[in-house]
């Protein structure tokens, strides 16, 4: 039997107290029509002002998924990796610099009406899905539709796109608000329930939260597998590459710093030409060059934030 060392980390810290056994019950529809109530959280769980938990995941190969720790402020050997490619001027490097960025996930909790059964359940949108939530907001016969008592339901209707990822279909979601305001629920007890026990998605994400050490171990056998793919070949083995070899992370970032042998210049010829004077009037193209303007710079800071706003075709 293969033993799971992530399950049984996760147990030990149940048992011990150290982690809660999370109660999120994730919204997992198929294709069809819903009605359904998005309740809001608490100022505490989101950045102000905005209507949903929003986290960035970074994502090596179909089985490491994991949270960005460089939004909570630690350090993150990924987000340390995408700029040292983006300062490089080798065009791979910031194709590597894209496959590295992180995706963006966002999560409501909602009422699904006709499963009020199950208690509050949590929706996991990607980039286009909130989005269009969001474009919702603004509209002014409609404003904040997550209002408990003049708010409005949403019609969500799901459909099987002719599109696949990772073997299965993508699903299309369409979004609407219901024409008639409406509360959350006509039961004052019920609707005090649920605004009072939202779902703790950081807990359910724990999971997801990587050491340093565990990140830079990922990112090493990511890279020594081609960075293309899950890390495997063909018959499910790693293909991490020789432990003893040089580590692939530190190899890769010494590339793009620059840190490599000085190559010897070539000999010097046994006659040269003399060097041509100048017309007179007129500065050798060196000091030309040095009087010039040099050419406008993008800061990298600017176009590091323009890579990672990107978010591409994301599913």
């Not at 294709?31 to 989101?46: D, F, N």
């Not at 905005?50 to 402020?73: A, D, H, T, V």
């Not at 340390?80 to 996930?105: G, H, T």
């Not at 509209?139 to 099987?160: A, H, M, R, S």
């Amino acid at each position: 039997m293969a033993v799971n060392l992530d399950a049984i980390r996760k147990r030990v810290q149940e048992m011990t107290g150290q982690r809660k056994v999370s109660s999120v019950q994730l919204w997992k529809p198929g294709p069809g029509e819903y009605k359904a109530r998005i309740v809001p959280w608490k100022p505490s769980q989101v950045v102000e002002g905005m209507p949903f938990i929003e986290r960035r995941f970074y994502y090596l190969g179909s089985n490491s998924r994991f949270l960005c720790p460089s939004q909570f402020g630690k350090p993150d050997p990924v987000y340390d990796l995408i700029r040292k490619c983006y300062q490089s001027k080798n065009p791979d490097d910031r194709e590597l610099a894209k496959k590295l960025k992180s995706k963006l996930q966002a999560y409501a909790a909602l009422v699904v009406r006709g499963e009020e059964d199950k208690d509050l359940q949590v929706l996991s949108m990607n980039t286009f899905q909130e989005q269009r939530l969001l474009s919702l907001f603004t509209k002014e016969d409609i404003g904040d539709f997550t209002d408990p008592l003049e708010g409005y339901d949403l019609d969500i209707t799901i459909v099987k796109s002719p599109k696949m990822f990772n073997g299965k279909p993508v699903m299309d979601w369409s979004f609407d608000v219901a024409r008639k305001q409406t509360k959350l629920s006509n039961d004052p007890k019920q609707m005090e329930k649920w605004l009072n026990n939202l779902p703790n998605v950081d807990d359910y994400l724990a999971s997801a939260v990587k050491t340093e050490k565990e990140i830079e171990q990922i990112l090493n056998v990511w890279l020594a597998g081609g960075a293309a793919d899950d890390g495997k070949d063909e018959g499910g083995q790693s293909r991490g590459g020789d432990p003893n070899k040089k580590d692939a992370l530190d190899e890769l970032a010494n590339d793009i710093k620059g840190d490599k042998p000085a190559e010897k210049a070539p000999p010097a010829k046994a006659e040269e030409a003399p060097a041509k004077k100048p017309a007179r009037g007129k500065k050798p193209a060196a000091d030309a060059d040095l009087d010039a303007e040099p050419a406008p710079k993008q800061s990298l800071d600017d176009a590091f934030k323009e890579l990672m706003e990107d978010e591409g075709g994301d599913e």
